[in-house]
């Protein structure tokens, strides 16, 4: 389908930091370019490799084999771990993600998404809907950060469920550029997607100063109070935790007045 030109651009004039790179903020990017935005990619979060290796490709080579009836996933990071290590999720388990920012990452690379929960995008969330569709014992396969409280492993343990608990990465900070910490400073970026709460602490630690105007909009209700809890003032919440409700989110404001300054 042809795009329509004269269709209305909602975010037009507006610059966008966009704070994953990967599959997923490319997917991000076309959507903000579709409403007339400039998106600005700049990865504020990365993953390091676990401390134990050994475990986690023991573990996807259990996945791949179908040694699991689930598999659970709690950020859109452990996704890019799957993307990164070629990740075989077989017909036979079904996948879990934690929220819609989770779920898409797993749709821009390839994976199939069973679950996602309906209202409590969270591990007890996860954990409550999992227990209710699953009352029967299942194997499951939690994959999660070194800093993760075992929250979904505890309560799918204690519902008779044989759990594997594996840390799939360590989440690590990416300084982004002088460039585009000077263009959040001076109001140039005139607003900023927050889709998790390392990328707020992220956001918080490298802008430090970050104008009033400027619109700080987080994916939902969990991300804001995280966000909120470092130190941001959260401008917009997305009523839908999806890229289309956090864009959303953003186009109910005017655009900020912004220094458009001259860079060498």
């Known amino acids: 389908m042809i795009p329509d030109p ?11 930091l966009v704070p994953r790179g990967g599959p997923w ?21 990365n993953f390091a490799p676990s401390t134990d290796q050994a475990t986690l490709e023991q ?16 950020s859109a990071t452990t996704v890019d771990v799957l993307y990164a290590y070629r990740a075989v999720i077989p017909a036979s388990t079904r996948v879990a993600a ?39 014992p299942r194997r499951i396969l939690t994959l999660r950060s070194e800093i993760a409280k075992p929250v979904l492993t ?34 140039r970026i005139n607003a900023i997607l927050v889709t998790s709460g390392s990328v707020a602490e992220q956001v918080r630690l490298q802008f430090p100063e970050i104008p009033d105007a400027t619109v700080i909009a987080a994916i939902g209700p969990r991300t804001a109070k995280d966000a909120r809890k470092v130190g941001l003032g959260v401008s917009a ?12 989110a953003v186009s109910n404001f005017p655009l900020p007045h912004a220094k458009d300054e001259f860079h060498l």
């Open 59 to 74: 573990a996807l080579a259990d996945l791949a084999a179908g040694a699991f009836d689930w598999v659970t996933l709690t």
């Open 25 to 45: 903020g490319d997917s991000v990017a076309a959507t903000l370019r579709a409403q007339g935005a400039v998106p600005v990619i700049a990865p504020l979060i």
């Open 154 to 187: 505890r309560r799918l343990t204690e519902a008779g469920h044989g759990v594997r608990s594996v840390v799939a990465y360590r989440t690590v900070g990416v300084p982004v550029t002088e460039r585009i910490a000077h263009d959040v400073a001076s109001g």
């Open 237 to 248: 919440v997305a009523r839908e935790q999806t890229v289309e409700g956090l864009i959303t």
């Open 6 to 16: 004269h269709a209305a651009k909602p975010l037009k004039g507006w610059r966008v």
């Open 98 to 136: 934690v929220g819609e920012t989770t779920a898409a990452a797993l749709a821009a690379v390839g994976y199939r998404v069973d679950l996602v929960p309906d209202e409590d995008n969270s591990a007890a969330g996860m954990a409550s809907q999992l227990i209710e569709l699953e009352p029967a």
